[in-house]
């Protein structure tokens, strides 16, 4: 099945840092989403993403859909130690079940 | 609360020994799926089910069944476990018809970590 290249795989930064990770593919998609897992739980939903060029922000959390539907990006600005988790992009193939291809995620590690 | 329950969290079982995963939502959701979390490879879908009696093939499929018969519930089935298996799954429901809206994205489960021996 596709999947989207997300990168990088890990990060290890330091409180208070900048963090950016991205997600590309070789598809066009319609919708992108960005979801977060903690450590022993599902995926919640961060950011959503609904036209090329949209830049939109939740709290600390940035995040665009590339201007070519083929990428995205997420920023963390002022990193705290509860951002810990695997961050996961999600694109919508834009078929008639909306069916959502998942990246492989960023495991995201601060240290206070 | 809104949200989707899975069952058991945790399991260890034996290769071969039937195991189902019970998956419940209180949202009224018609769109149900299963997905597997393993390390460097993200989330792959393994079944998926459009509404009541309707379900489809994900991914990776092969070695798992599912039913859909009431709308809340979304059983996966492996009739026959093997050690390939052992990995995080999670259950997930949305609405449908709406596309990809804010108030329709995937809600998932906490998750059921399986390993077979």
């Known amino acids: 099945g596709q999947q989207l290249n997300q990168s990088p795989q890990s990060m290890f930064i330091q409180e208070g840092e900048d963090v950016s990770m991205n997600c590309t593919s070789s598809s066009i998609f319609n919708t992108w989403l960005w979801y977060k897992q903690d450590p022993g739980e599902g995926p919640v939903l961060l950011i959503a993403l609904y036209k090329a060029g949209e830049l939109t922000s939740n709290g600390r959390l940035t995040a665009q859909f590339g201007i070519t539907r083929k990428d995205s990006f997420l920023n963390i600005s002022a990193s705290i130690p509860s951002d810990v988790g695997i961050y996961f992009c999600?694109?919508?193939?834009?078929?008639?079940?909306?069916?959502?291809?998942f990246g492989t995620g960023t495991l995201l590690a601060v240290q206070p | 609360e809104a949200q989707v329950t899975q069952n058991p969290r945790y399991l260890i079982t034996v290769t071969g020994k039937k195991l189902t995963v019970t998956c419940s939502q209180n949202?009224?959701?018609?769109?149900m799926s299963w997905y597997r979390q393993d390390p460097g490879l993200g989330l792959r879908q393994i079944y998926y089910s459009m509404n009541v009696e309707v379900t489809d093939k994900g991914d990776v499929p092969e070695g798992y069944k599912v039913s859909r018969k009431e709308k809340r519930n979304f059983p996966l089935i492996l009739e026959s476990p093997s050690p390939n298996q052992t990995s995080l799954y999670f259950c997930?429901?949305?609405?449908?018809?709406?596309?990809?809206?804010?108030?329709?994205?995937?809600?998932f489960g906490a998750g059921s970590r399986l390993t077979v021996l």
């Open positions: 999600a694109g919508d193939d834009g078929g008639a079940t909306n069916k959502l291809i």
């Open positions: 949202m009224n959701h018609e769109y």
């Open positions: 997930a429901s949305r609405r449908v018809g709406m596309g990809l809206s804010g108030a329709n994205v995937l809600t």
